[in-house]
């Protein structure tokens, strides 16, 4: 089972901004540490330069680990670039070109890129894999797919966003294939063997990787 651990250090202890982000960098090398597939760094609130910094910490803390962690931005390539992430996440509603822009970036560097794509619907998974097939950059192992939501979820005390169920999953896995699926949206340690069951190649969340549950998917 892949596992994706996305970051949102307002959901962490401490008195102010300073210390959460501590905590956020202590924790990503805590991740790493016990052999996390993936770390999506998701701070959108950041200035660039704050969100530089924060990559770059984060990208050392796991690497230190010496693990086989890969580190994906959900934010600018360039920044990831600069970071030495190993990647990018992307929003649904990026521009067409946005993965290719982002490979062609890194490539020019000498470097590979790991890119994950936001899909809601089977429309949005056919076109990230259509993107793949025409990015010269992309394979299936540097390419992912986060398909959400899956079960109902509440962000931020908003009205509950209605999951799309297992079925949809299982319909994604199988228009994507060869490119991984992660189940994103609801996720548990209860009702994470489902999602495999569904054709996913692993999980994505946020809340689940703030508990002690986790270790047990591995």
Known sequence: MLLCAITDRSLLPGPNDDARRAALITLAAEWAARNIDYIQIREKDLAPADLLSLTKEIVAGVRSCGTHTRVLLNGPATIALEAHADGIHLPSNTSLNAASDASALFASAGRDILISHAC????????????SQRNPHATTANTLILFAPVFEKTIHGETPLPGLGLDALHAAAETARPIPVLALGGITRDNAPACLAAGAAGIAAIRLFLTNDWPSLK
């Open 120 to 131: 809601h619907s089977l429309y949005e998974v056919l076109r990230a894999k259509e993107e």
